[in-house]
């Protein structure tokens, strides 16, 4: 089974940029979707990006739309989320996730905290 950990959260100040990294322990066949997802303690885990793989499409939630960026690097097993112009809230603990078939595997999260 693949195994993703995630990385490169922290603090940073509002205005300010972060590059999320996600690797996986092997490489995957076939299609699978691929995405971030960010869940504070009060609410629900939800959509921040996802990409289909082999050039399918990429779809962002709204609160993303312009400011994040999900990409790939598939000779390093990795993908990312650029996240600029942060926010005070998209302050949560942010995941990567990969779908195939029935698997259905999560990083273990990387706290992103935006605050001046």
């Known amino acids: 089974q693949v195994q993703l950990v995630d990385s490169g959260g922290g603090l940073v100040q509002p205005e300010g940029s972060l590059r999320l990294s996600c690797v996986a322990s092997?490489?995957?066949?076939?299609?699978?979707?691929m995405g971030w997802y960010r869940q504070t303690p009060d609410n629900e885990r939800e959509l921040v990006a996802v990409?289909?793989?082999?050039?399918?499409?990429?779809t962002y939630a709204d609160f993303a739309k312009g400011r994040f960026t999900i990409s790939r690097d598939n000779a390093k097993n990795t993908m990312y989320l650029q996240m600029n112009n942060l926010k005070p809230e998209d302050t949560a603990v942010y995941y990567c996730?990969?779908?195939?078939?029935?698997?259905?595997?999560w990083g273990q999260g990387t706290q992103v905290t935006v605050s001046s």
């Open positions: 996730n990969v779908r195939y078939g029935p698997v259905n595997i």
């Open positions: 092997r490489s995957i066949n076939g299609i699978y979707v």
């Open positions: 990409k289909i793989s082999g050039g399918g499409s990429t």
